[in-house]
């Protein structure tokens, strides 16, 4: 089984919905992370959490939330989607204890019509 | 401020051939330095990383990088290109507790 899973990973929505991307792990990592992927662009960073209680924005938050409902699950919200939030999403997870090294869910193919 | 640079978003290697894959950072604090490689509808796989120590690392399937504090670099190498080796690779820096910067991709193609 996969160590981080993202669920769904394939979605089709219109603009103005609500849509929710989830990631679990189970490497006991305290860590994670929301990147979007855009050609050309690298990955940016969205959100990170190094705990249940501690969530801080990345580059580019605007438009995005985050909730860590536990340890092992991260899940991230489009409270209204518009069409240039399509693009590739990630979820990664890193141990505080082991020089940041990230670990990548298979990602999320998210489009906005 | 950090920063990574990819030198060529694209580069063709014949099968057999030296692959080199170019990074640039720059960081005001000693980095830890990172390539991850991503196969088509796939997530991001660690290759290698340096932290401290010897500056020449090796990764998996062949890969090897060489930090170089005096030129700001950590390109990556594989002797001799496979088929399989075909992907797009990620350069990234960390310094500091969480900040994690990634380059913009260098898409590696491998000719037959």
């Known amino acids: 089984d996969a160590d981080v899973t993202q669920t769904p990973r394939n979605r089709i929505t219109k603009t103005g919905k609500r849509i929710m991307l989830e990631c679990s792990q189970t490497?006991?990592?305290?860590?994670m992370y929301w990147y979007r992927q855009d050609p050309g662009l690298g990955l940016q960073l969205i959100y990170y959490?190094?705990?249940?209680?501690?969530?801080n924005k990345g580059e580019i938050s605007d438009g995005y939330s985050v909730s860590r409902q536990a340890q092992a699950k991260f899940s991230l919200s489009l409270e209204s989607a518009i069409p240039n939030q399509t693009a590739l999403y990630f979820c990664?997870?890193?141990?505080?204890?082991?020089?940041?090294?990230?670990?990548f869910g298979p990602g999320t193919r998210l489009t906005v019509t | 401020a950090q920063s990574v640079t990819q030198l060529g978003s694209h580069v063709s290697v014949s099968e057999g051939a030296l692959v080199l894959l170019r990074c640039n950072y720059s960081?005001?604090?000693?980095?830890?330095l990172f390539w991850y490689v991503q196969y088509p509808n796939q997530g991001l796989q660690l290759l290698l990383k340096?932290?401290?120590?010897?500056?020449l690392v090796k990764g998996i399937n062949g890969f090897e990088a060489e930090f170089k504090k005096s030129e700001t670099s950590f390109h990556l190498t594989k002797p001799s290109a496979h088929m399989s080796d075909a992907a797009e690779y990620f350069c990234?820096?960390?310094?500091?507790?969480?900040?994690?910067?990634f380059g913009t991709g260098t898409r590696l193609k491998v000719l037959a």
């Open positions: 959490s190094f705990d249940v209680k501690d969530i």
């Open positions: 340096y932290t401290t120590g010897a500056t």
């Open positions: 490497k006991g990592h305290d860590r």
């Open positions: 990664a997870t890193s141990d505080s204890r082991q020089a940041d090294e990230q670990y």
């Open positions: 960081s005001s604090v000693p980095p830890y």
């Open positions: 990234a820096v960390v310094s500091g507790t969480y900040k994690y910067i």
